[in-house]
């Protein structure tokens, strides 16, 4: 069964625009992770934050996390038309190890 | 580095049959894991090998089997086929020790008729 929830189920956008992705999760974590599929085909991973951290930079993403509230966001800045795709967060749930639970995903449409 | 590769990447069978779908993890890794994908929704977990041992299992009935050979890669078997697998299958590998990033494969598209 899914995890959880992702909010919106899309999100259309206009090229250079920042784009936010919120995921809830119903158990207790030991990291979240979120990942990108263009297409229907394979996922690629973008960035983890362990259930200690706060927040995460990588390039123009930022991911926070809150555990109290049991949920995340991604953020996008300055988004390109390459970044039109689905995307997914993953929890790693306390004691299974490095079984990946995926949300429903957010699907993207950058327009230029 | 090839990354990691599955094969076929479409395959069309007939209600009632028999699949094997094939991993080929990424170099290093030493740990494959399956999941399914329906149209519109995010991945499920089917199971996890290490080791040549099945590690870890998701809610799927035993109709699901796989194996992992002594050279990490891996197989996925889906017996009495019905309409309801169809689906995109994905092959994750990664490191037992690794910090849990997993790496996909781009997947196979499985249609039941």
């Known amino acids: 069964s899914q995890q959880g929830e992702e909010d919106p189920q899309a999100l259309s956008i206009q090229e250079g625009e920042n784009a936010t992705m919120n995921c809830s999760y119903k158990?207790?974590?030991?990291?979240l992770q979120w990942y990108r599929q263009n297409s229907g085909r394979g996922l690629v991973h973008l960035i983890l934050i362990r259930s200690n951290e706060r927040e995460k930079h990588s390039g123009r993403l930022r991911v926070t996390l809150d555990t109290s509230k049991k949920s995340s966001s991604l953020l996008i800045t300055a988004s390109r038309a390459a970044d039109t795709a689905s995307y997914f967060c993953?929890?790693?749930?306390?004691?299974?190890?490095?079984?990946?639970?995926f949300g429903t995903g957010t699907r993207l449409q950058v327009t230029l | 580095d090839a990354g990691v590769t599955q094969s076929p990447t479409h395959l069309i069978k007939t209600r009632g049959q028999q699949v094997t779908l094939r991993c080929s993890p990424k170099s290093g890794h030493d740990t494959v894991s399956w999941y399914q994908q329906a149209l519109g929704q995010g991945p499920q977990f089917i199971f996890q090998?290490?080791?040549?041992?099945?590690?870890q299992r998701g809610n799927f009935p035993d109709r699901f089997s796989g194996h992992q050979f002594p050279n990490y890669s891996s197989e996925l078997n889906v017996n009495a086929l019905l309409l309801g697998d169809s689906a995109l299958y994905l092959c994750a590998s990664s490191q037992i020790a690794g910090a849990m990033k997993a790496f996909f494969g781009q997947g196979t598209r499985l249609t039941v008729v």
């Open positions: 090998y290490y080791e040549e041992e099945e590690r």
């Open positions: 993953a929890t790693v749930n306390t004691g299974t190890a490095s079984k990946l639970t």
């Open positions: 158990t207790s974590i030991n990291n």
